[in-house]
């Protein structure tokens, strides 16, 4: 079992940037992929970003490409999500998740549990 604590979230004004962070404990393996997840209210929750443990391979939906950045700390044990050019659209809870393979990093049903997510807030 791998704990969760994002941490980060806050109000920021649209065009400003924030820095979001994921904090590992417990079982991690190293060679696993990880995600940044968001749920805006009424919507479902899905991946937006993607990096593997050694940082060789990210990815991230059209929407965040050119303005999000996905990267690690292998000695903190943390993700982090550089969210740049913020709009309104973006507000949303953003959580975390640790899963085997990229299909299971897409599949929401993978997750067995979740950390309470971080709230990032856009205001116009």
């Known amino acids: 079992q791998v704990q969760l604590v994002e941490s980060g979230g806050r109000l920021v004004q649209a065009g400003g940037s924030l820095n979001i962070s994921c904090e590992a404990s417990?079982?991690?393996?190293?060679?696993?992929?990880w995600g940044w997840f968001r749920q805006a209210p009424g919507k479902e929750r899905g991946v937006v970003a993607i990096i593997n443990w050694t940082g060789e391979y990210t990815d991230y939906i059209d929407s965040m490409k050119g303005r999000f950045t996905i990267s690690r700390d292998s000695a903190k044990n943390t993700v982090y999500l550089r969210m740049n050019s913020l709009n309104p659209e973006d507000t949303a809870i953003y959580y975390c998740?640790?899963?085997?393979?990229?299909?299971?990093?897409?599949?929401?049903?993978?997750?067995?549990?979740w950390g309470q997510g971080t709230q990032v807030t856009v205001s116009s």
């Open positions: 998740n640790t899963a085997t393979s990229i299909p299971d990093i897409r599949n929401a049903e993978t997750f067995r549990s």
């Open positions: 417990g079982r991690i393996f190293r060679n696993y992929y």
